[in-house]
């Protein structure tokens, strides 16, 4: 399966939860291919400090822009289990390139108003994906860095759910110090020592939903 990471809004966590599904994805004992498609490069940087702290990554990492993303992914992809790219934070053509390439599209939203504006215009670019491929690409939108408890992430939840172009899954991605604590050495939230169990749990029930699909119960 090639999972591509995608916002059109950058400060949504997109890059933090692309490592942590692949490296999620290498614990499930898979074969992963890690594709750093965004030019601020979080994920080659993770992944430095990843081999610094663990000594081997895991995961294979590459890194492509651009047009040619598309035909690379392709040629790499009988070659892993996994492919996961991460995407610029905004409309770019190696984002294109990763939706025209993706079986799933991993589309995070804030639960702020202002990140909500912007759905229109990811509507715009799913539906025109959509119209050049041969199989469609599965959209999935879900909340990420999403307050503990807010009226914001339940009026921003069901304004989601609203758009039959996606479809938007009920696991939500709190706001959790320790996705960023992890991150600063090179690890998953579920690799640290003392890890955060509620923020382990968030990510079992995303992951496991985008790899097994109705196997896992959704929560509120």
Not at 18 to 23: P, Q, S
Not at 30 to 58: I, K, M, P
Not at 113 to 125: A, G, P, Q
Not at 196 to 219: C, M, Q, R, W, Y
Request: proline share 3%; net charge negative; hydrophobic share 40%.
């Amino acid at each position: 399966m090639i999972i591509s990471f995608n916002s059109i809004k950058g400060g949504v966590g997109k890059s933090t939860l692309a490592v942590n599904f692949a490296a999620w994805l290498v614990r499930e004992g898979y074969d992963v291919l890690l594709v750093d498609g965004d030019e601020q490069e979080t994920a080659s940087d993770f992944t430095a400090w990843r081999e610094q702290t663990l000594g081997n990554t895991g995961y294979t990492l590459v890194n492509m822009t651009g047009a040619n993303l598309r035909k690379q992914v392709e040629q790499m992809r009988s070659k892993y289990d996994h492919i996961v790219i991460d995407t610029g934070g905004r409309d770019t053509t190696s984002q294109r390139a990763a939706l025209s390439v993706a079986d799933v599209s991993m589309i995070p939203f804030a639960p702020r108003s202002f990140d909500l504006w912007t759905i229109n215009k990811v509507i715009e670019v799913i539906d025109e994906i959509q119209a050049i491929r041969t199989e469609p690409i599965i959209p999935y939108a879900f909340l990420s860095r999403a307050d503990i408890r807010s009226a914001d992430n339940r009026e921003v939840a069901q304004a989601l759910s609203d758009f039959q172009q996606i479809t938007f899954l009920t696991h939500p991605i709190c706001n959790r110090k320790a996705f960023s604590n992890a991150a600063g050495v090179g690890l998953a939230v579920f690799e640290v020592e003392q890890p955060d169990l509620k923020a382990v749990s968030e990510i079992n029930a995303l992951f496991n939903h985008v790899l097994h699909g109705h196997n896992t119960p959704a929560t509120a």
